[in-house]
Nanobody
Framework: QVQLVESGGGEVQAGGSVRLSCVAS????????MGWFRQAPGKEREFVAA?????????RYNEPVKGRFAISRDNAKNTVYLQMNSLKPEDTAVYYC???????????????WGQGTQVTVSS
């Protein structure tokens, strides 16, 4: 069993920055990625970014966030971060952290999810 706790969401103006954190506890042995998805009102959950579970040298980003968001991890703290810069109103969503045993971009690869944290970007 794996527990994930996200934090760091809030309200920010367009152009601003927010850093999300996700602390993992439990058995993540064999997992391939930790990643972030988001879900905006009335929309399906979509992939945002992921980082590999070993050395943290491999990362994946969805096109809308490339160049603005950066994912990183601190294995000593079992924590993954999502630094979000140049935020836009369309980034408004609930952001979820997850652990994947398959392809980083596929929601079905993730066996465990956090409770989510709201990010609201005002124009």
């Amino acid at each position: 069993q794996v527990q994930l706790v996200e934090s760091g969401g809030g309200e920010v103006q367009a152009g601003g920055s927010v850093r999300l954190s996700c602390v993992a506890s439990g058995d993540t042995y064999g997992s391939l990625y930790m990643g972030w998805f988001r879900q905006a009102p009335g929309k399906e959950r979509e992939f945002v970014a992921a980082i590999d579970s070993l050395g943290g040298r491999v990362s994946r980003y969805n096109e809308p966030v490339k160049g603005r968001f950066a994912i990183s991890r601190d294995n000593a703290k079992n924590t993954v971060y999502l630094q979000m810069n140049s935020l836009k109103p369309e980034d408004t969503a609930v952001y979820y952290c997850g652990v994947a045993w398959g392809a980083a971009e596929k929601e079905g690869s993730y066996r465990y999810w956090g409770q989510g944290t709201q990010v609201t970007v005002s124009s």
